[in-house]
Nanobody, 127 residues
Framework: QVQLAESGGGSVQAGGSLRLSCAASGSTTSNTFMAWFRQAPGKEREGVAAINYPRTPAVADSVKGRFTISKDSAKNTLDLQLNNLKPEDSGIYYC?????????????????????WGQGTQVTVSS
């Protein structure tokens, strides 16, 4: 079992920045992949950024150039730096993890391969 705990959400104005962090504990392995998903009210959950270390991370086109994902394998943490935030970035951001060998772009589009999910952290961007 893997437990995930997100932190760092909040409310900012458009153009502002936030940094989300996800701490993983439990049975993580070298094959554990992780990602950030988000869900806005009335919309489906969408992949934001994924990483299957040491492979190249994948970032959704809608946030490319603004969001950066990073993983600290020694600390078992996954961070997401959100810059130049827009109102459409608002939603609940979830950290997710699973085990296996997948390329990052596939993880971004396939939430069903993630076995473990955090409780989520709210991000609200006002115009």
């Amino acid at each position: 079992q893997v437990q995930l705990a997100e932190s760092g959400g909040g409310s900012v104005q458009a153009g502002g920045s936030l940094r989300l962090s996800c701490a993983a504990s439990g049975s993580t392995t070298s094959n554990t992949f992780m990602a950030w998903f988000r869900q806005a009210p009335g919309k489906e959950r969408e992949g934001v950024a994924a990483i299957n270390y040491p492979r190249t991370p994948a970032v959704a086109d809608s946030v490319k150039g603004r969001f950066t994902i990073s993983k600290d394998s020694a600390k078992n943490t996954l961070d997401l730096q959100l810059n130049n935030l827009k109102p459409e970035d608002s939603g609940i951001y979830y950290c997710a993890a699973g085990d296996g060998q997948y390329v990052s772009w596939y993880l971004l589009r396939t939430p069903n391969v993630f076995k473990y999910w955090g409780q989520g952290t709210q991000v609200t961007v006002s115009s």
